[in-house]
């Protein structure tokens, strides 16, 4: 029975000492992320953060939940999963909304105070729209965007960036093969264009065709002849598109019209559009 007893308390004593060598690594490691929230101004608030959106503090391995109304800081990370979307409102009638499956970085003021914001995937819808004109620059894995005053979305992956501008202009300027050096050149993006940027060509040809293999096999198993044309129209413009596109350097890039049915159809447009108004 001395025997047991001594044993348990042995045990008790030991977690104890596991506890008190683990809180303060645990702390240490919640307070970075305070202390980097308490050192600095919060540039924006999440507004609205549908489905599964986290947020990464500086300093941070952790993702915490993100919450309505909760501050966002400068150098944290915005993260959404799978039918997930945030809002995140920087100043009045400025704002930002991150599509699912996204990943960005607040990046804060940089070059000639402009504040930047890194998209390392997906796609975010900017309204620029505020009376107080400020520069700001969107990086992604392609280039760099530099924008005053814009409504525009950003849809990109590793491999490629596509900008789409509502109102006011957009000035892409392309990455280098390193993806850190700007190219000396920047393409001016009107209101109605969209325009498409590519590191690899055939990377990207490939993933078209790809899409266009998924859309016959899933289309073949209900309407077979109906099948036969839309994949017809698909390759065709598959084709058109590579055609479209122009070499500039180490990259390839297209500019045309924004494509309004293609739009309309888009419930990831019609909902940004839809918020926007409850900005008038």
Request: charged share 25%; net charge positive; glycine share 4%.
């Amino acid at each position: 029975m001395n025997r047991m007893f001594i044993f348990v308390r042995r045990i008790g004593l030991l977690a104890i000492i596991l506890v008190l060598l683990v809180m303060p690594a645990a702390a240490a490691k919640n307070s970075v992320g305070a202390a980097q929230r308490q050192n600095n101004d919060p540039i924006g608030k999440v507004t609205l953060p549908l489905g599964k959106v986290t947020i990464q503090p500086a300093g941070s391995e952790d993702w915490d939940r993100a919450k309505v109304n909760q501050a966002v800081f400068v150098r944290e990370k915005v993260k959404t999963l799978e039918k997930s979307r945030c809002e995140i409102t920087l100043e009045p009638k400025k704002l930002l909304r991150i599509g699912e499956q996204s990943r960005i970085i607040l990046v804060g003021p940089a070059a000639e105070g402009a504040n930047m914001f890194n998209i390392e995937a997906g796609r975010a819808w900017f309204n620029m729209s505020s009376k107080k004109k400020q520069n700001m620059r969107v990086r992604t894995p392609t280039a760099v965007a530099a924008i005053r005053g814009t409504v525009f979305r950003i849809d990109c992956d590793v491999n490629h960036s596509t900008f789409s501008v509502y109102t006011g202009a957009v000035g892409v300027t392309p990455l280098k093969a390193d993806g850190l050096t700007l190219e000396d050149t920047t393409f001016t993006i009107a209101a109605g264009n969209v325009f498409t940027i590519i590191s690899n060509f055939e990377e990207y040809m490939q993933q078209q065709y790809k899409e266009m293999d998924q859309f016959r096999d899933q289309e073949m198993s209900d309407f077979e002849k109906f099948s036969e044309q839309q994949t017809k129209e698909f390759q065709d413009a598959v084709i058109a598109e590579k055609k479209a596109f122009a070499q500039y350097k180490s990259q390839y890039y297209t500019q045309a019209n924004i494509d309004l049915d293609k739009e309309s159809k888009s419930d990831w447009v019609r909902w940004n559009k839809e918020r926007d108004l409850l900005l008038y």
